[in-house]
T-cell receptor, first 113, second 114 residues
Framework: GDSVTQMEGPVTLSEEAFLTINCTYTATGYPSLFWYVQYPGEGLQLLLKATKADDKGSNKGFEATYRKETTSFHLEKGSVQVSDSAVYFCALIPYSGNTPLVFGKGTRLSVIA | NAGVTQTPKFQVLKTGQSMTLQCAQDMNHNSMYWYRQDPGMGLRLIYYSASEGTTDKGEVPNGYNVSRLNKREFSLRLESAAPSQTSVYFC?????????????FGPGTRLTVL
């Protein structure tokens, strides 16, 4: 079945460091890919998305590119801030349409000043 | 526009007690979902409703029941709570007809079963 694998955390970085969180997927066809973020004590919210190969999603300085050849959707940010401390989830929706999101297990990021 | 709302925010139950978690959305979405989140386990799908009048089991349905009361509301019931059901529960909704497929989440219910 469809699945998402993301790097295990926790990840601890100093402010202004470069961030990469790896995400790879297994799916038939052409899934849509997402990154969600969960701040402490809150629900998940969409960070960015890409719906076809080579699309780049971006938001709040974060970017991820849909790479079909490597089945990857790695999250990057050039300079993290303390306020980016959160749990990040990679997810996909299969191409077949109205089916539930498939989530990775999440990666906790802590940014220290 | 409230989005997805959940009640209650916190709940403590004793083993064997029952309760219903309520969820409502005001975005006219067709699809609604219940997840649980446990440390190190990510989000696990309990039940979902692809459209009004339908419900389907997810990854971890045992010990739960759901009701899609109308297009807005989707409730989750624990008939006889167990300590293993201590978790944070999230409701979500999505317009399954749109290719953007963004899923909106509620703030969560933190449940402790003693």
């Amino acid at each position: 079945g469809d699945s998402v694998t993301q790097m295990e955390g926790p990840v601890t970085l100093s402010e202004e460091a470069f961030l990469t969180i790896n995400c790879t997927y297994t799916a038939t066809g052409y899934p849509s890919l997402f990154w969600y973020v969960q701040y402490p004590g809150e629900g998940l919210q969409l960070l960015l998305k890409a719906t076809k190969a080579d699309d780049k999603g971006s938001n709040k300085g974060f970017e991820a590119t849909y790479r079909k050849e490597t089945t990857s959707f790695h999250l990057e940010k050039g300079s993290v801030q303390v306020s980016d401390s959160a749990v990040y989830f990679c997810a996909l929706i299969p191409y077949s349409g109205n089916t539930p999101l498939v989530f990775g297990k999440g990666t906790r990021l802590s940014v220290i000043a | 526009n409230a989005g997805v709302t959940q009640t209650p925010k916190f709940q403590v139950l004793k083993t064997g007690q029952s309760m219903t978690l309520q969820c409502a959305q005001d975005m006219n979405h067709n699809s609604m979902y219940w997840y649980r989140q446990d440390p190190g386990m990510g989000l696990r799908l309990i039940y979902y409703s692809a459209s009004e009048g339908t419900t389907d089991k997810g990854e971890v349905p045992n010990g739960y029941n759901v009701s899609r009361l109308n297009k807005r509301e989707f409730s989750l019931r624990l008939e006889s709570a167990a300590p293993s059901q201590t978790s944070v529960y999230f409701c979500a909704s999505r317009d399954g007809d749109k290719t953007s497929h963004e899923q909106f989440f509620g703030p969560g219910t933190r449940l402790t079963v003693l």
